[in-house]
């Protein structure tokens, strides 16, 4: 063999290496995995929309590349729901005296902190008060994990002029630990869930990044899904526990529990407090069903809650539904990929 047939077959070899080395590095990037730590977990609504990998509504909401290694919860049955549905442990107590469990580095924080005091239908304290205040909590454990995104969730009324200084504080703090921080109030209807609920995210990133991107409903309202077409299936199925298709027996009353499903229009906001405040059904006596109410939020008909009507009520009121997390979380992964 002369030397420039050596020297060919040298190169070709250093050539199908470099290529089988980059077809490695692109593989593991492919199937890396970004680290979440979820604050103020509840149920899991809003890990279950980030890992994705479910099915509501015949459509298929693919698996990311998330993986949770700290999620915390107080609710006691909310941890229970918790662990029976999201594949990672939970930690349930006081979120004040776990923050010294946090892992030391983490690619994302997420939680919708407590928001009482911030509803309309609360106090109106804002951040002052007890609940709303958790924040903090927070803003510390983004401090500590220096995540290079973070989102928060909270109610629409986070917007109002009553709660602009609440609001310029949140961001003041997150801003102070070195972010780039935006928000925006979503309207879950328009990305295919069954329901006129408006959240605020608040999204932040470290800077020198990709600036983060809000996704954009793919609904309007011509075609937003109706009640109808989310439970109708369910109108002559008996009450079963074990999938929780249970509903209160309370009756009408001359509060905001006193609403009435419409077959042709999505439900109204599904709310937390318990026992009365969920929808009366379009075409039966009776309110609906924790199984319709999960429906509405957009939780897979897998997903069990391990608890009795009010404590599930509770958690499907509170939770983030699992489809618009799933989309921001694609919005998340851009910012991700692109560092």
């Known amino acids: 063999m002369d030397s420039s047939t050596a020297l060919l077959g040298s190169n070709v070899q250093l050539a199908t290496t470099n290529s089988n080395r980059k077809l490695a590095v692109a593989t593991a990037k492919s199937t890396a995995k970004f680290s979440v730590v979820s604050m103020f977990s509840g149920c899991g609504g809003m890990d279950l929309g980030f890992v994705g990998g479910f099915e509501v509504f015949g459509q298929r909401f693919a698996s990311n590349p998330f993986e949770i290694i700290w999620a915390n919860e107080l609710n006691p049955f909310a941890c229970a729901t918790y662990r029976k549905n999201i594949d990672h442990p939970i930690q349930e107590g006081d979120v004040w005296q776990l923050l010294d469990t946090l892992p030391k580095k983490a690619d994302i924080v997420v939680g919708g902190f407590p928001c009482q005091d911030i509803s309309i239908n609360g106090k109106l304290r804002g951040i002052d008060g007890a609940r709303s205040g958790l924040y903090r909590a927070m803003v510390e454990a983004v401090s500590r994990v220096k995540p290079k995104v973070f989102v928060a969730e ?5 917007l109002m ?5 609440s609001l310029a504080k949140v961001i003041t703090d997150f801003e102070a630990l070195g972010y780039i921080v935006s928000y925006q109030a979503y309207k879950a209807v328009e990305f295919g869930v069954p329901q006129n609920r408006e959240r605020v995210f608040i999204v932040g990133q470290l800077k020198g990044s990709k600036p983060f991107v809000p996704p954009t409903g793919h ?3 011509g075609n937003y899904m109706s009640a109808f077409e989310a439970i ?28 009435k499903l419409t077959a042709k229009k999505p439900a109204a906001t599904i709310r937390a407090e318990c026992h009365g405040n969920n929808q009366f059904h379009y075409a039966l006596r009776r309110r609906i069903s924790m199984r319709e109410a999960a429906r509405f939020q957009t939780f897979p008909d897998d997903f069990i809650f391990q608890s009795k ?31």
Request: positive net charge; hydrophobic residues 30%.
């Open 154 to 158: 909270n109610v629409k009324g986070l």
């Open 161 to 165: 002029k009553t709660h602009q200084s």
């Open 219 to 221: 609904l309007t309202s």
């Open 232 to 259: 109708d299936d369910l109108r002559h199925l008996p009450e079963d526990q074990s999938i929780n298709h249970v509903w209160s027996r309370a009756e009408k009353s001359s509060d905001q529990g006193s609403r």
């Open 309 to 339: 009507l009010r404590e599930t009520e509770r958690q499907i009121g509170n939770a983030v539904p699992p489809v618009l997390a799933w989309h921001i979380a694609q919005s998340v992964l851009e910012v991700l990929r692109t560092r």
